[in-house]
Every structure is written in C-alpha cells, then in structure tokens.
C-alpha cells in the first residue's frame, strides 16, 4: 500500500511520476528516495556508453556460442547452430522489449524482483518478488559459474597449444584457473569501482573489434573451406540426438538462447546510472541486436572453417575452438599455425575475463537487492554497502563463496556441472515470465509509463513472451539424445523444481512473517480507490497526493 509520508513529484519533461532528475522517485521524510524506494548509496558512474559496455560485454555473444559448439553441433550440425540462433532472436526480441517497458517505468537494481513485486499487485505482489527474485539469483549464479568455467578452460587451452606434446590433462588444473578467473573478477568488482567502467569499455572493443578481427581470419585464412550444403543444408545427416528433425531443432535453440538470453543483466546497474529510465532499454537492444549480429556472422564464417565434424562431436575437447581455429589456421599442407590459433584464443581470453567481472558485478547487485529487502538470511549483513567503494562487499564476497563451491563440482561430477549451467535459460526465463503474465493479468495498471512504452501492444507482447518462454523452457527439459540414461539425463527440470522448493521453504521459514517486502510496494503497488504515486492519472492529470482517493479529484 502506498506510504502516506511519502510526498508526490511532480511530472516533468514527459516523464509520468518523474522529476527533473529522474533517479528520484519521491521524497520521504525529507529524505531523497531512488525507484527501490531507497536514498542511492551506489556512484551513479555509468554513462550509456558505459552501460552498452557492460550489455555487450556480459552478453559476449559470440564468444557464448563458440565456447558451446561442441553440445550446439550435435542438434543438426552447422544449419542446427545456425538457424537456432534467428529462432532465438525471434522470441527474445519479445522478451526484450517487455524486460525494457519495465526497466524505463521502474529502474531499480531488484529488476525482475521488484516487478514481479509490483505486477502482482497488493494481493500477491510480496509473494511473486520473493519467488522472481530468488529464481533470478539462482540462474545468474549458475550462468556466473558458467562463465569462470569457459574462461578457466581458455586459459589452460592457451598453455596447452605450445605443449599438446608433453601436457597432460587433469581436472584440477581447470579448477585452479577458475579460482584465480573468480577471484581476480571479485576483486576488481570490490576494489576497483572506479576503473569498471573503463574494464567494460574495454570488455565492448574486445567483443567488437576483436569480433572483427576473429570473423575475417576465419574468413580469409582457411585453406580448406566446407561446402556449402554442409553449413545450409546438412542438418538430417548432422543430427545425431535421436530425436526426429523438428524436436532436434527446438532443443537446439537453447545454444542460440545461451548466445543473446542476458537481457535482464544491465537492468541491476539501475540504481548505479544517472539517466536510468532513458538509457537501460536502449543498452537492452544493443546487447541483443549487436549479440545476434556478431554471432550471426561468427557462426557463418566458424562453420565454413570446419574441416573436420568428427573432434566436436566426440565430446573430447577441453575446449572445442581450440581445433577449429588449428583446422582454420593451417597452411595448405596441414601444418598447424600456433600463433594465428593462440592469438584468437588471446581475444576470446580478454572478451570473457572482462564479461566474468560484469557478471560478477550482475550477481552482486541481485543479491544485494534482495538483502535489502530481508529477502535473505543474515540480511543485515549483506545490505550493508562500502560507500567509500561504492561497492556491497558482503553481497560480493558471498557470490564469490557460492561460485568457488560450485566450481568444484566438475571434479565429481562434469554431468551435474553442465545441468547447472544449462539451467541459466530456464531459471531467468521464468523469472521473466512472472511478471510479464502478472502484468497483464492484473491490467498493465501498476506501472508508471517510462519514455519507452508499448501502449495497447504491451498486452501482446507480454502474452507472446510469456507463451514462447513456456514453450521452449519445456523443450530445454527434454533429454538431450535418446536413448538417454542417468548419466546423460538432462536434469534442468529437476534444477528448476528444488530452487522453488527451496525457495518456498524458505518463504514458510522466514519470509511469510518476517519479510515485509520492497518498498517499492509503497512507492507502487497501490488498491483500486487509490492514485498511483508519481504517476499522472488518466488524462495526463496531476497526482494531487500520495495516497488520494479517486473522489477527491
């Protein structure tokens, strides 16, 4: 319900509930509050070119779909891979646009937490946050873990591509990498605040031009190029799930899903930029037009590079475009080029390290989001913020825990490992899709209009969302191959199932007495006979009060 004590603003350059500075979202007692109903105490540093930065970065589109390739390739081969990515556009284009109407009504770090919160109305509003938010915490911090493993895996492919004669290969040594990957990208988060912006430009040069550069040696160096019915049109013969052609395809579009499915990660720099609402849906399409391109080009030019199908799909590289890049880069005699091969990987190193720190960053600030709020245990402690830093150290340093644990799984387990971080798609998706279906369920009449709105096209592309996220989430549970066994199960469904069992234990536990949820519900969530805080009533009206009812105006 909303805060009596909290005074309206008025609307000003087009903003309905905005003020000349549109970080503020009201003033209680006195005090200036942001969208999350809090006074900032995070550095509004971030540009919007700061901000695409860190989009394109975390993104690392085409790098995510290179560093796949060897699960993607088996869904129908290079058509699979390729006409998986258009597919997995299409429907995140939906997505997109749903996740940018929100982020330009009601920027907060919470993201999806916070709007599932709102959506939900008074009635259910508390209930659907706690459930989005620890759904969306869990899929970042599989896709963190994801991530670190990747670039663990480059590093020690780069060692090995000058001693693949006398190197031999331990599952500790990939560990070993990951710490020091996860512990460097903490670090720098804690401690060099300052310099992130800096790191994320430098992240966006690396996926860009470095994309570039990758795309034309791919292009120009082979001396042996595959067909092109193989890169179009050999998928049947590529197949190699057992599933018939069409199902085959559906689940191999999680790979294109893996490539553009971040769209949400730069919602949670909110509360860290000074035009919030104006720039997060303009970073939104740039992470996911600019990912689809980049990959788009890079898978084309990847597979016209493959000579040999056979090394992928066997399921025995460390990292599988260590043995394109040697097929693409040899001379016409079959001699290896180990330089022009370390180079590529050298980009792909530096792209990925800078794309673990912006995810390091992501993970930080949803938990921190949620510890506000009393969302988690011990939430007095990993609220608080270094304000010097600028920076919630105790959010951080418990991401980085959590990360360490379970990079240690692949040492037991590679299986358990890979449906972890599988499950990233399924567990951002669905935290997507609460608020998305509670929007429309409950009218689109609890959000403010932003400077990005869908007007009446809202309902359709939330129910489409909504609709594409079901299909294709249920698709992603499938096994991979058949015939399947407990070994090659695919558990994400599994995955999905224990984080909302968890997750509802510990609402029982704590939250159904002692959680009182965001306060944005006081900033938002209002009952039918009330105003909407800083929100012009219909007709472009002036919110007389906080809290007035609809007869006195």
């Known amino acids: 319900m909303a805060d009596p004590n909290s005074e309206p603003l008025p609307k000003k350059n087009g903003l309905d509930g905005g003020s000349e500075d549109e970080t503020v979202a009201a003033v209680e007692n ?3 509050v942001n969208h999350s109903g809090y006074r900032d105490q995070l550095k509004r540093q971030y540009s919007l070119l700061g901000l695409a930065g860190i989009a394109v970065t975390v993104d690392n589109a085409w790098v995510a779909l290179g560093s796949s390739i060897s699960v993607s390739i088996l869904n129908g081969g290079p058509p699979g891979l390729i006409f998986g990515l258009i597919v997995a556009l299409f429907y995140y284009t939906f997505i997109g646009l749903g996740l940018a109407e929100l982020a330009s009504s009601v920027p907060t770090a919470g993201g999806v937490y916070h709007w599932a919160t709102i959506a939900g109305g008074p009635k259910h509003g508390r209930f659907l946050g706690f459930l989005t938010g620890w759904i969306n915490f869990y899929g970042w911090m599989f896709d963190l873990a994801a991530l670190v493993q990747i670039t663990a895996n480059i590093t020690v492919s780069m060692y090995v591509i000058y001693h693949r004669d006398t190197y031999s290969f331990e599952p500790w040594h990939v560990y070993v990498a990951y710490l020091l ?3 460097i990208c903490i670090l720098t988060v804690i ?3 300052k310099l992130l912006p800096y790191t994320q430009n430098a992240g966006m040069f690396f996926v860009i031009v470095g994309g570039i550069v990758t795309i034309i040696v791919l292009a120009a160096m082979p001396k042996q190029r595959a067909s092109n019915y193989f890169v179009w049109g050999s ?4 197949n190699l799930t057992g599933w018939q052609g069409g199902v085959a395809f559906l689940l191999g579009v999680l790979n294109g899903a893996f490539t553009v499915g971040t769209p949400d990660a730069i919602t949670h720099m909110a509360e860290e930029l000074p035009h919030p609402r104006r720039d997060l849906p ?9 990912g689809f391109l980049y990959a788009f080009c890079f898978a084309i030019a990847l597979c016209y590079a493959i000579t040999d199908l056979g090394i992928l799909q066997g399921g025995i590289n460390t990292y599988p475009l260590v043995d394109i890049y040697l097929q693409a880069t040899a001379d016409g005699e079959g001699n290896q080029n180990l330089g022009a091969t370390f180079g590529l990987l050298f980009i792909i190193w530096c792209a990925s390290m800078l794309c673990c720190i912006g995810t390091a960053l992501t993970n930080s600030r949803i938990y921190w ?3 506000r709020d009393n969302a988690v245990p011990l939430s007095s402690l990993f609220s608080k913020v270094n304000e010097r830093l600028s920076c919630p150290v105790p959010a951080t340093l418990f991401v980085a825990i959590i990360a360490t644990g379970i990079g240690a799984i692949p040492l037991g387990s590679e299986v358990a490992f890979l449906n972890l971080a599988g499950s990233f798609i399924i567990l951002t998706t669905v935290s997507y899709a609460i608020p998305f279906a509670a929007n429309v369920l409950t009218g689109r009449k609890h959000f403010p209009k932003g400077p990005f709105h869908l007007g009446n096209s809202g309902f359709v592309i939330n129910i489409l969302a ?6 294709f989430d249920t698709f992603y549970c499938f096994p991979y191959a058949l015939p399947t066994n407990a070994e090659i199960m695919n558990y994400n469904s599994v995955i999905l199932v224990g984080v909302v069992v968890i997750t509802m234990a510990w609402w029982v536990v704590h939250a159904r007495r002692s959680y009182p949820g965001p306060k944005v519900m006081g900033l938002y969530v209002v009952h039918d006979d009330q105003v909407l805080h800083g929100a012009a009533p219909g007709g472009g009206q002036e919110a007389e009060g906080f809290g007035e009812k609809k007869g006195k105006e």
């Open 191 to 193: 401690f060099g605040n």
């Open 369 to 371: 989001a949620l510890a």
């Open 235 to 238: 998928f049947d013969e590529n």
């Open 282 to 290: 303009i970073a939104i399409a740039l992470q996911i037009g600019l």
């Open 466 to 471: 909504v609709l594409f996220i079901t299909l």
């Open 30 to 32: 006195g005090v200036v």
């Open 181 to 183: 990957v996860l512990w």
